[in-house]
């Protein structure tokens, strides 16, 4: 992992690296964000491995043993970095979190000569609006389909001896939303957001 200066302070919450002890908690605190969110089902047993370098930070309470109750991944790709995952724990959002992850991590990035951080997001207002506060802008987007329960498998295949897919996540092109709309339930605009990162310039 990346090293890592400390960025923000907040009596509420320690903004530090993620330990491989922290796992558990981390699973949790990423369950229960994604839980209220169009990405409730996008659930995970156990920590990813990230592929390095990377940037892993935590948000938890005071304390030698805190609870997770925010995360933040990055991945770094030259120059480039993309957010894997950015998340608060439910009973803790609108204390400033996340954006004190997203701080810490620029500074990282910063110091790196990295240029571009990256995010991929669906509808979810308040997931649009934080990008947008923290100085993001769209820059492309596609569809998120879910072959589900009423919808028609019609054109799907699957090989012999199977049946028709019973669920099936595909992707779709934006000019192409009325009808995939139409025909499934479960649609979404999928968002990518990019920001800048520039020395000595960070998230307000």
Not at 6 to 16: E, Q
Not at 191 to 196: A, D, K, M, T, V
Request: charged fraction near 20%; glycine fraction near 6%.
């Amino acid at each position: 992992m990346i090293g890592f200066r400390m960025a923000d302070s907040h009596p509420r919450f320690v903004v530090r690296p993620y330990d491989d002890a922290d796992e558990q908690s981390w699973v949790r605190c990423r369950a229960l964000s994604f839980l209220y969110t169009q990405y409730y089902d996008d659930v995970k047993p156990r920590r990813p491995t990230l592929a390095e370098p990377a940037i892993a930070l935590v948000a938890t309470r005071p304390g030698p043993q805190g609870e997770v109750i925010g995360i933040l991944d990055v991945v770094i790709d030259g120059s480039t970095a993309t957010i894997d995952t950015v998340a608060t724990h439910p009973d803790h959002q609108g204390a400033g979190i996340a954006t004190s992850l997203l701080r810490a991590a620029i500074r990282s990035l910063a110091d790196r000569g990295i240029v571009t951080l990256d995010a991929w997001t669906r509808e979810d207002v308040p997931a649009n609006n934080w990008y947008r506060r923290n100085g993001f802008t769209e820059n492309f987007s596609y569809l998120h389909a879910y072959l589900g329960d009423g919808d028609d498998p019609a054109g799907f295949s699957t090989p012999e001896g199977l049946s028709l897919p019973v669920t099936a996540f595909v992707h779709g092109a934006i000019e192409h939303e009325t009808q995939l709309r139409a025909r499934y339930q479960r649609t979404y605009t999928c968002r990518q957001y990019i920001r800048p990162i520039h020395i000595n310039q960070h998230p307000t």
